[in-house]
């Protein structure tokens, strides 16, 4: 009874692990996976929150502030004075004083400072935004590429996998031609070469889909030692390009970041004003043996301003001038690399679709002279070196046209990417 109970645990733990080792993950689930999951999507994430609290922060500067305070003191051999305190004559025990205070201080005008401070960093955390989703068009191009990388290697580990069987079949053949004495010997070496050529290639693509593989599972943050499965479908149909806008969200943060740089101008400019606030408190005093005073609330109200302010402050307001200018020279060359970058993958989508043209056509071709070479081979018309040579063309053409589709794909959505609108693509 123990061993049945073991057999069936150990067959639920298999069908477990196969199920979990292999993951059917379409490029929709892979990018939402990396754009939420991933460890870069949530540091993204993370800034932009912080910087939502720093404006917080900021905006509580135009709260008023209020302070408790509270002091003692022990006086020696004090000689205290005044019309409302007899001479002590050392008569009078005032050894000790206690003080409380309670202050409310609110900022009225300050060279609209406080104002211009939440408008900056407003600007900035728009700007993070921004970034943030830049940052997130960057992963899902990371995760489209892995994903790309990923099926064209199983789809080369197939055709490979069919040509090494028919390379190994020809080896046989050509062993029991040759124990005939119908084939030469170095014919069968040449044979036996180009299958262990095609082997090596195969063990080559089959690590370079494990690699692949890894990175992908590691970076959406799935179980360790998932398989992931992609289907075929997802490389059938192909995309028009129906809208040439740009929505770059690096240039949009960098828009934000200059409207920023612009509140710091009227910042630094503030420092030209003097400023203004309402006071207001409560003072309690006992100074013992001799004085004391309760309910003594105060208001008024409290100027200030500094006059080097008017020689230094003009280099504070010229430096903020002058990173604005940086900024806006940032998005000049960001805007000009843009239009390259657009232009660029624009051609290698339309080179994608016309060399799927040319591959179909060299798959044909490769096809039909290998036929007529093995025609030839048959009857003694061609070599070993003319069979085995069109043998490896025409793999290499359907290798081409296989993956050529899935190659369109890829060219559009890093075309997308340059508009920056993957994500938008995608969904």
Request: glycine share 4%; aromatic share 8%; charged share 20%.
């Amino acid at each position: 009874m123990n061993i049945n109970k073991i057999i069936i645990v150990a067959l639920f733990s298999i069908g477990y692990i196969q199920a979990q080792e292999n993951k059917p993950l379409s490029l929709k689930e892979a990018i939402n996976l990396g754009t939420t999951k991933s460890n870069q999507a949530i540091l993204a994430d993370t800034k932009v929150k912080t910087s939502e609290w720093e404006v917080k922060t900021v905006k509580n500067n135009q709260l008023p502030s209020a302070t408790l305070s509270g002091q003692f003191f022990k006086l020696t051999k004090a000689d205290v004075k005044g019309n409302l305190i007899p001479e002590s004559g050392g008569g009078v025990d005032i050894s000790q004083i206690a003080i409380g205070q309670a202050n409310i201080t609110v900022p009225v005008f300050n060279g609209f400072k406080i104002q211009n401070r939440i408008k900056a960093s407003q600007n900035l955390n728009l700007a993070e935004v921004s970034n943030a989703q830049h940052t997130k068009e960057e992963i899902a191009l990371y995760v489209t590429q892995l994903y790309f990388s990923l099926y064209k290697t199983q789809e080369m580990i197939l055709l490979t996998e069919d040509n090494l069987k028919s390379a190994h079949q020809r080896v046989v053949d050509f062993k029991a031609l040759e124990d005939n004495g119908l084939l030469a010997h170095n014919d069968l070496l040449k044979a036996q070469l180009q299958e262990s050529n095609i082997e090596l290639s195969l063990e080559t693509i089959k690590k370079n889909n494990s690699v692949l593989n890894f990175q992908l599972v590691n970076f959406l943050q799935l179980p360790e030692g998932t398989k992931i499965k992609i289907s075929e479908g997802e490389f059938k149909s192909l995309q028009t390009i129906s809208d040439n806008s740009v929505q770059r969200k690096d240039l949009e943060a960098l828009t934000f970041q200059q409207q920023a740089a612009k509140n710091n101008i009227k910042i630094a400019k503030g420092n030209y004003y003097p400023s203004f606030n309402l006071i207001g408190g409560y003072i309690a005093l006992d100074v013992k043996n001799a004085l004391t005073v309760t309910n003594a609330m105060n208001f008024g109200a409290g100027v200030s301003y500094d006059l080097s302010s008017i020689f230094k402050n003009k280099k504070n307001v010229e430096k903020a001038k002058s990173q604005a200018l940086e900024t806006e020279n940032q998005i000049a060359i960001l805007n000009e690399k843009i239009k390259e970058e657009v232009q660029e993958a624009n051609e290698n989508y339309m080179l994608a679709i016309k060399q799927k043209n040319v591959y179909e056509k060299a798959q044909l071709q490769a096809t039909e002279n290998y036929r007529i070479v093995l025609d030839k081979y048959n009857n003694g018309l061609s070599n070993t070196n003319d069979l085995l040579e069109a043998n490896v063309e025409q793999l290499q053409a359907k290798i081409n046209y296989t993956i050529s589709t899935s190659d369109i794909l890829q060219k559009y959505y890093e075309l997308q990417f340059q508009k920056g609108k993957l994500t938008q693509s995608i969904n």
